[in-house]
């Protein structure tokens, strides 16, 4: 079974701008989990997708939104970009009465 | 208000030895579930063990095995015979609730541990 995927791995963008983080889970999966992780920050949950619907969301501005195919792909946005936005966004996946949930390898964004 | 802490920021180990890795939590929640991960270099998280609040036995998986501790409200992460291939960032997380399918996770600030042969 393939693993979870992002696109892309590596982000590099500027202030102000928009961007858009994709995360395909593995397959039978339908539970979607996103986080951020900074260095001053550690690692913070941003939202969680099951079967198209957010589930649950973390304390994050509005400018992070999400969404959930009805093939379970998820696609994290942050609009108006800020300096601190720069992190590892790390997207999970899991099966439904599963206790483990199964990480991508990362997107690395970079804000300047 | 702090619901994983996790007290070493970083730890040595002699390869082959035993090491501990400390994480106490805090929750009023009766169910919970607690789970370490391990984050090499490269970034990705690879799960490795988990503990129901409600597991009578501390959970093993091949040489990783949880110290369960429920009224100190402590899930220490023990390491047996270490490898070099260990070198990397623990973290310990909770994720509270009856739900299963609630995977609001918490995690701990992470405890890097190096390997040395």
């Known amino acids: 079974k393939a693993g979870v995927t992002q696109t892309p791995r590596y982000l590099i963008k500027t202030r102000g701008q928009q961007v858009t983080l994709s995360c395909s889970p593995i397959s039978g999966h339908r539970s979607v989990s996103w986080y951020q992780q900074t260095p001053g920050q550690g690692l913070q949950f941003l939202f969680e997708?099951?079967?198209?619907?957010?589930?649950n969301k973390g304390n994050f501005p509005g400018r992070f939104s999400g969404r959930q195919f009805s093939n379970s792909r998820s696609e994290m946005n942050v609009s108006t970009l800020e300096l601190g936005d720069s992190a590892l966004y790390l997207c999970a996946s899991s099966a439904g009465l599963s206790n483990e949930q199964f990480f991508g390898p990362g997107t690395r964004l970079t804000v300047l | 208000a702090q619901k994983i802490t996790q007290t070493q920021p970083g730890m040595f180990v002699q390869e082959k030895e035993a090491v501990t890795l400390d994480c106490t939590y805090d929750t009023s929640d009766p169910s919970y579930g607690l789970f370490w991960y391990k984050q090499p270099s490269s970034g990705e998280m690879i799960f490795l063990i988990y503990q129901g609040s409600y597991d009578q036995q501390n959970a093993t998986e091949g040489r990783y095995s949880l110290n369960f501790q429920k009224a100190r409200k402590s899930a220490n992460l023990v390491i047996s015979a270490s490898q070099l291939g260990d070198s990397a960032m623990y973290f310990c997380a909770m994720r509270e609730g009856r739900d299963r399918q609630n995977n609001d996770m918490r995690f701990g600030a992470g405890t890097r541990l190096t390997v040395k042969p």
């Open positions: 997708y099951f079967s198209e619907t957010q589930r």
